[in-house]
Structures are given as C-alpha cells and as structure tokens.
C-alpha cells in the first residue's frame, strides 16, 4: 500500500513520467471465444478482456478472471525463482497502478466533478498510445471487418457503461463503498443467467451469493457517506460488467471476428467502440458549456490549468496501462490464482482509498465491507469447484 502511495506520488509529479509497459505477443487466429470480451474496467478487475482466438475446447484462456466458469486452465509450469519474481513484480504493478489510477480519478472527480467526460477522456486516452504501436509495427494492428465491429458494439457499449458507471459513482461516494458495490457482480450475472438463458447454477454457488447480498445492505446501512446516485451508479457498473461477460460467454462464442486480435488489442478495440458510445451521451450530459463552467469553477478554487491538465493526463494513462499490466500477470495464473489476487487487489484498493482520504468508517461498515468482498471471493471458488 506505501507503494502504491509512492508509485501515484510519481504519477502526480511534475518532474516524473510513468513508462511505457511492454506490448503483448500472441499468435494470430481467426476464432474468438467468449473469455475474449469477459472481464470488467475497473475493477474493474478491471478489464481482463481477452482471449487467445481459436480456442479448442478443453483449453483455457489465461487471460480470462472468468476461465473457471467455463473451461480447465492447463498445468501450471514448474514453479521457479524467475517465474516468481516475475509474478510478484506484474501483481505489485497491477495493484499500485489500479490503487494509483482509483485514487488520481477521485482527485480529478474532486477538482472537475464531470464524470462523463472524465470517463469519456480516459477512454479516449489509449488512442494515441496504441495507434503508435500499431504505426510503428511494435504491435500487429487488427485487421476486423464492419460485421465483426458490429458484433463487438454492444460488448464495447457496456464496457464504457462498466466505467462510466464507475467513475460516476467515485465521484459521488467513497471509493471503498464504490469497490463494495462492484463486487456485486457475481449476483447480478446469476441473475441474468437465469433470467434470460435459463442457466441455473449449483445449489452451494447460489448459498455463496448470501455474503455478498448481506455485507452490501450492512455496509450501505452504516456508509456515512452514502448517496444514492453513488449506489445505483455503482451498482450499474457492477450490472453492466456481468452482462458484458455473459454477452461473451453466450452469445460470441465462436464467432469469427478478425486477425491480430490479440487480448491487449481486442481492449484497444473495445476502448474505442466504447469510447463513441458514450461521447454523444457525455456531450449531451456535460457539453461544453457546462465543461468551461466546471473548469473555471475549478481555477476559482485554487486549481490551476497546468495541474488540472496533469491529472487527467494521469487518470487516462494510468487507467490504460493498469489493463495492460494486469493482462501479463493474469497470463500466468489459473482460474483460483485470479480470484484470490483479484480479491486481494480490491482490499488493496479499499484500504489505500480510505488512508489517502481518511474516509471515515463505522466498524458495521468495515465488517459490511470485509463480508461483500469475502462473498465475492467465496462465490468464486465455489464456482470453480462446481462448474
């Protein structure tokens, strides 16, 4: 969590730069399957959006948080030192950036609270990054045609619901009550699954839903911060996240999409679909008029342009390349191996929000909190054990 702090007092900085983080390589296929568009913005985890195209069955996408639903991982390789090493440096940049990205957002909400176009610019912000390693071969560019991207429109579309959602809801409450919210997810796919596709689960995944209902409704009884936009937003996220997985699970599977559709481009892909859904929305909701009036509301405060300017460039960086790293440490984990890092990085989150913020907490609350998120991993085993 120090480290975290550190690597966001970096990323804030005016004498600092954050890197670039290396490119993905994987073969070329023609074949997506449904873990290609799974995954969520922030948390989501997230957005662990991907998969190896032409998945055979039996086989299991590395990329995917939601592989154990579906699909065996492979035999991990043999444990070694170097794999280790590799491991704890991807899992401490994974969490430090996405606790860095939850944090600078919150400064930016507080600053110029414009959640729409907050959302909508960091969407926008992976544009200019992956069309230079797309223009400078560093990155096979994906080769999709118009039926493909209409395929692939509604998946983006609740990608930028996942986030725009999100982000609303940081802006609106604290970001720990917000990370409680998303960890709802789990609830709301079984209820579409059942709803709308008749796929009912095991008896003890469904008991595994009981934490997470209960430690929600706690922990909103006892948030001292509590706003009810902040809820529904929050809560929106979590739903339009569940139903992007459920989109590629039941309804892509299989479908013939593209070349070079690599996990770290199908989000590029994704990021960009999602970015024109929501900026007529985020033009209509927020023009330019009420922009200037926020910015120079803002300048009013204290805030100047040039740090102002700084933390948008940081939020939308730093949201990119959080997706990114966590596509190379999910690469290497299986199925169990994700659900309890994945678990891990929300406490992460949670705990380094309420430091930084000095979000006050009621000890309901925090055990609300610690229930949700314990849930939340719960169902996910019991997933995998009876899947």
């Known amino acids: 969590m120090a ?41 989501g985890a997230a957005f662990s959006a991907a998969a190896q195209l032409g998945r055979e069955p039996g086989t299991c996408d590395p990329y995917d948080p939601k592989s ?51 959302a909508t610019w960091e969407l926008f912000f992976g544009f200019p990054y992956v069309f230079l390693l797309w223009s400078t071969g560093l990155r096979k560019t994906p080769k999709i045609s118009l039926e493909s991207i209409k395929l692939l429109a509604p998946s983006g579309i609740l990608l930028a619901g996942t986030h725009v959602g999100g982000v609303i809801s940081f802006g609106l409450g604290a970001i720990s009550f917000t990370h409680v919210l998303k960890a709802t997810e789990p609830v709301w796919s079984a209820l579409i699954s059942a709803l709308f596709f008749r796929d009912f689960l095991p008896l003890p995944v469904y008991a595994s839903l009981v934490p997470i209902i209960a430690g929600v409704s706690l922990a909103s009884l006892k948030e001292l911060t509590f706003s009810w936009m902040s809820f529904i937003a929050g809560t929106g996220s979590a739903v339009t996240s569940a139903a992007k997985a459920i989109l590629s699970k039941k309804v892509l599977d299989g479908k013939s999409l593209g070349e070079n559709l690599t996990p770290a481009n199908m989000f590029a892909v994704l990021s960009i679909l999602g970015f024109c859904a929501i900026l007529p929305v985020s033009l209509a909701l927020e023009g330019p008029a009420k922009a200037s009036a926020a910015w120079s509301a803002a300048l009013a405060a204290g805030y100047t342009t040039p740090y102002l300017l700084k933390l948008l460039a940081c939020s939308g960086f730093l949201y990119y390349i959080y997706n990114e790293v966590a596509f190379l440490a999910l690469a290497e984990v299986a199925p169990v191996t994700h659900a309890v890092t994945n678990t891990v990085k929300r406490v992460v989150i949670i705990l380094a929000s309420i430091l930084v913020f000095k979000t006050t907490i009621t000890p309901l609350g925090a055990a609300g909190s610690a229930i949700t998120v314990a849930g939340a991993l719960l169902y996910a085993l019991a997933k995998n054990k009876y899947k």
């Open 3 to 43: 480290a975290a702090s550190v690597l966001f007092s970096a990323a804030y900085a005016p004498a600092h730069r954050i890197g670039a983080v290396p490119a993905l390589r994987r073969p070329l296929a023609a074949r997506v399957p449904p873990a290609l568009l799974d995954g969520s913005a922030e948390d």
């Open 68 to 118: 154990a639903e579906y699909c065996s991982p492979p035999e991990p390789a043999p444990s070694s030192l170097k794999r280790t090493i590799r491991l704890g440096v991807l899992f401490f940049l994974w969490y430090s950036l996405n606790t860095a990205y939850n944090i600078g957002n919150k400064l930016v909400l507080t600053a110029f609270p414009m959640p729409w176009t907050a």
